[in-house]
Structure formats: structure tokens, C-alpha cells
């Protein structure tokens, strides 16, 4: 798919031979999915412990069952036998070697909005585990920080509320963002990361096709 947008094209460009940009991140380009899955394979240390939050960019990749081929520990929550033992799960992810995310959104001055009900994946982003890798598809890129969050709210938060089952939102219903704030909502936590402390510690890996939502 065309991604002829003039914001979309300098994201691109700016990130396309990798290393530290403006906001600290240690940003790359690649142009499919099968180098997006080859990137994050390459910048995970074998000694690395991984975990993720929910993404659907990287279950779409395959990566988590690339990184078991590649006998690389794993912190799985959904092998958890119970809630107690999934809620550890969740607290031994903020502490791994790597963490796996995608992004709601990111502006094309390279501001990551992502938006939580539980917070364990914006909690890793901010604090925790050594690094972090973001992989996103260029459909996450929405112009300027505005638009970013529009994106997060409007889009990408209905269709993950869609996701589950007996969910009681307006948006699960019609698909359309009503800035809820009942006891089912899942933007809980709305964060925008504009600069990486410690310098590179986030690496974010932007594909040229469309991934997640």
C-alpha cells in the first residue's frame, strides 16, 4: 500500500538508517514485515528475558513464537493458571531484559501516544525493563501530536475495546469514541512520550505497511 503523505515520507527518511533522533529514541525504517521481525530478533541480547503488553503488531509478526524458536526466556502472561499467577506475570514483565509493544499513535516528530486500562504496557514504556522495542506500522503515523492522539482516542481505542467480550463502553457498541468514563473504560491512561531517558533505551522499529490498529 502507498504511503504518500509528506508527513509519512520525512518519518521515513528521518529513520530510515536508525540510531538516536531528536527525542533520544533509537529509531529504525524497514520496509515489510518480515524485516520488521528480523530487526527486533537482532536487537534483543540472547540473555535478554521478554515479555510484551497486548499488541496486536507483534502477534501479527509472529514474533513472540520467533523468539521461542530462538530459545529466548519468555514472560508469557496468557500461560498464567491464575489470576494471582498472571498478575506476578504482569509484575515480572516491568522488570524483563526487553519489552514488545506497539504504539496507538506516533506524530510525525516521532511522539509516542499510547493510551491503557490496566497501564502494565504504559507503565514498561515509562519505567522498568532495560529496553523497550515499539513496532509499528506506518498507519500509526498521524501528522502532528494533535492528530497522534486523535488517532489513539478515535481509532485505535475503539476497535481494541471491540476486542473484548462483554465490554460495556459506547465505543465497543458504536465504534465511536464518547470520552467515557465508566468502570469497563480502557483509557485509564493516556501517555505521550516525547523524549527517551536513558538516551536509546526505547527503540522503536516503524515497517512500511499497515500493522495492528
Known amino acids: ?53 497486548g499488541t496486536a503488531t507483534v502477534d501479527a509478526l509472529g514474533i513472540k513464537q520467533r523468539l521461542a524458536q530462538e530459545c529466548i526466556a519468555l514472560i508469557d502472561r496468557d500461560t498464567a493458571q491464575t489470576p494471582q499467577e498472571r498478575q506476578e506475570m504482569l509484575k515480572k514483565a516491568l522488570t524483563c531484559g526487553t519489552f514488545l509493544m506497539s504504539s496507538n499513535a506516533i506524530s510525525a516528530d516521532g511522539q509516542l501516544v499510547n493510551i491503557d486500562g490496566t497501564g502494565n504496557r504504559v507503565a514498561a514504556l515509562c519505567f522498568g525493563p532495560e529496553q523497550v522495542i515499539v513496532v509499528a506500522g506506518m498507519n500509526k503515523v498521524a501528522g502532528d501530536l494533535e492528530g497522534a492522539m486523535r488517532r489513539a482516542r478515535e481509532v485505535a481505542a475503539p476497535v481494541n475495546a471491540q476486542r473484548f467480550a462483554g465490554l460495556k463502553t459506547p465505543c465497543s457498541v458504536t465504534g465511536l469514541c464518547a470520552d467515557c468514563t465508566g468502570p469497563d473504560s480502557i483509557c485509564c491512561q493516556i501517555v505521550t512520550t516525547r523524549i527517551c531517558r536513558p538516551a536509546g533505551r526505547i527503540k522503536v522499529v516503524l515497517v512500511g505497511e499497515e500493522l495492528g490498529f
Open 1 to 53: 500500500m502507498s504511503h504518500g503523505c509528506k508527513h509519512e515520507d520525512a518519518v521515513r527518511q528521518g529513520w530510515s538508517a536508525g540510531g538516536e533522533g531528536a527525542g533520544n529514541f533509537e529509531a529504525y525504517y524497514v520496509s515489510t514485515a518480515a524485516e520488521a521481525v528480523e530487526k527486533v530478533v537482532e536487537l534483543i541480547p540472547k540473555e535478554h528475558t521478554v515479555s510484551w503488553g
